[in-house]
T-cell receptor, first 114, second 111 residues
Framework: AQSVTQPDIHITVSEGASLELRCNYS??????LFWYVQSPGQGLQLLLK??????LVQGIKGFEAEFKRSQSSFNLRKPSVHWSDAAEYFC????????????FGTGTRLQVFP | DTEVTQTPKHLVMGMTNKKSLKCEQH?????MYWYKQKAKKPPELMFV???????INESVPSRFSPECPNSSLLNLHLHALQPEDSALYLC??????????FGPGTRLTVL
């Protein structure tokens, strides 16, 4: 069965520090991969997506993610975190033939200290 | 317009009430979704309308019923809800085989 694992439930970083949020997936073929961000009580905003091609994907708000097929990973990175990045981050996967079947990880809560 | 809108933002209802949540998109997307999200949990898919066909998560109780009046609108009718149905209800839309765009959600409280 398809699954998504976000090993870190809660991460705390200082403002200006670098960030990496981990995401591992289990799927028989290369899926479509997504990172979403959610501020408290708000909807989900798409940060970036990977469908095919270059394995380093640039997104909004200075985020990037790298798809590593050998490790079944799609980690999210940002070189310098801002206080406004504090939020819940969800990794998600979907079969390339049907993105209706979006499977979310359990999320990582990011806290940013000044 | 790259927005999915949802109304109302907040809704409080009793267990005997009937209410509806509304979702609208003007991106020409052919698929629309309803998700339920409890606190500190990821969204759970409830319903999908794709090319005018409804797909249902079998675990969703019948007190929730979706309606798709046209390709831009998706409603969720609520009847005889239970307190455990209190959650954030999210609507999303997508092109077929594309990324999903989410609305801001409706915070539902069932008393």
């Amino acid at each position: 069965a398809q699954s998504v694992t976000q090993p870190d439930i809660h991460i705390t970083v200082s403002e200006g520090a670098s960030l990496e949020l981990r995401c591992n997936y289990s799927y028989g073929a290369t899926p479509y991969l997504f990172w979403y961000v959610q501020s408290p009580g708000q909807g989900l905003q798409l940060l970036l997506k990977y469908f095919s091609g270059d394995t380093l994907v640039q997104g909004i708000k200075g985020f990037e993610a790298e798809f590593k097929r050998s490790q079944s990973s799609f980690n999210l990175r940002k070189p310098s975190v801002h206080w406004s990045d504090a939020a819940e981050y969800f990794c998600a996967v979907a079969p390339s033939y049907n993105t209706d079947k979006l499977i979310f990880g359990t999320g990582t809560r990011l806290q940013v200290f000044p | 317009d790259t927005e999915v809108t949802q109304t109302p933002k907040h809704l409080v209802m009793g267990m005997t009430n009937k209410k509806s949540l509304k979702c609208e998109q003007h991106m020409g997307h052919r698929a629309m979704y309803w998700y339920k999200q409890k606190a500190k949990k990821p969204p759970e898919l409830m319903f999908v309308y794709s090319y005018e066909k409804l797909s249902i998560n079998e675990s969703v109780p019948s007190r929730f019923s979706p309606e798709c009046p046209n390709s831009s609108l998706l409603n969720l009718h609520l009847h005889a809800l239970q307190p455990e149905d209190s959650a954030l209800y999210l609507c999303a839309s997508s092109q077929v085989s594309g990324e999903q765009f989410f609305g801001p959600g409706t915070r539902l409280t069932v008393l």
